[in-house]
């Protein structure tokens, strides 16, 4: 392998297309949440939605990229 491709697979998010990057999942998951603030009137489904944003954040920015690394 040449160095440009060892490079490609080591930074996970090279790897992703534009709508699967770290700045659109933060995007998405604050207008997900801003919404449910302004729309929803219900404290409990307010709370798991904004818990469940939490959890595809830690997922997908964190938990993936680090077990992707390790694989590598």
Excluded: A, H
């Amino acid at each position: 392998m040449n160095k440009n491709s060892e490079e490609f697979k080591d930074n996970y998010w090279d790897s992703k297309p534009n709508w699967c990057r770290p700045w659109t999942i933060i995007i998405s998951g604050l207008i997900i949440v801003l919404f449910s603030i302004y729309i929803i009137q219900n404290i409990i489904i307010r709370s798991l939605i904004i818990l469940l944003i939490i959890f595809w954040w830690i997922l997908f920015l964190y938990l993936v990229p680090s077990s992707y690394k390790d694989s590598v």
